[in-house]
T-cell receptor, first 116, second 116 residues
Framework: GENVEQHPSTLSVQEGDSAVIKCTYS??????FPWYKQELGKRPQLIID?????GEKKDQRIAVTLNKTAKHFSLHITETQPEDSAVYFC???????????????FGQGTILTVHP | GAGVSQSPSNKVTEKGKDVELRCDPI?????LYWYRQSLGQGLEFLIY????????KSGLPSDRFSAERTGGSVSTLTIQRTQQEDSAVYLC??????????????FGDGTRLSIL
């Protein structure tokens, strides 16, 4: 089955700096890669996702890049703000066998702290 | 419309008791997923329902765990003879059916289960 590794486990940055979180996956059939932000005691919130037919996607201060050959994808947050502080999870899933199959395999999470 | 709704939000019970957790997905979403999140950990897939198809139960950790989805909408996750290691946050997510591509999954607030 799919295995997703996420690094770093903790990341501390100053307000205004950039933050980068990296994930690798094992299943070459994986074709959908969402990122979730989870604040303490809250539900995971989808912040951005990317499909395997594109290499990069951007939404304001957030961008995700995907390297299918190397089987890794990264989240980039620019001009970080204190409200970006949260746990970020990457995930991967596939439509293996041509069936509708959305089971997500998650990374272990990155605790991002943005200091004012 | 309303997001994914889960109940109860918190459940404390004694070891050996049975518990039922409920999930009401977003209206129109035919896919429903249960995940488990242990303290400080990532999310672990439990079970997946897609329309009227047989559910994918591959993530259920033991035969004490079962789930139903009645009428293609509300789902109930049942844990029999609870053990202390069952303590976790149980998260439900739903999405549109994506027969040819994965669809974003949206999470509920979860049920925090504590086994004494």
């Amino acid at each position: 089955g799919e295995n997703v590794e996420q690094h770093p486990s903790t990341l501390s940055v100053q307000e205004g700096d950039s933050a980068v979180i990296k994930c690798t996956y094992s299943d070459s059939a994986s074709n959908y890669f969402p990122w979730y932000k989870q604040e303490l005691g809250k539900r995971p919130q989808l912040i951005i996702d990317i499909r395997s037919n594109v290499g990069e996607k951007k939404d304001q201060r957030i961008a995700v890049t995907l390297n299918k050959t190397a089987k890794h994808f990264s989240l980039h947050i620019t001009e970080t703000q204190p409200e970006d502080s949260a746990v970020y999870f990457c995930a991967a899933t596939s439509n293996a066998g041509g069936t509708s199959y959305g089971k997500l395999t998650f990374g272990q999470g990155t605790i991002l702290t943005v200091h004012p | 419309g309303a997001g994914v709704s889960q109940s109860p939000s918190n459940k404390v019970t004694e070891k050996g008791k049975d518990v039922e957790l409920r999930c009401d997905p977003i209206s129109g979403h035919t896919a429903l997923y249960w995940y488990r999140q242990s303290l400080g950990q990532g999310l672990e897939f439990l079970i997946y329902f897609q329309g009227n198809s047989a559910p994918d139960k591959s993530g259920l950790p033991s035969d004490r765990f079962s789930a139903e989805r009645t009428g293609g909408s509300v789902s109930t996750l049942t844990i029999q003879r609870t053990q202390q290691e069952d303590s976790a946050v149980y998260l439900c997510a739903s999405s549109f059916s994506g027969r040819h591509s994965n669809q974003p999954q949206h999470f509920g607030d979860g049920t925090r289960l504590s086994i004494l």
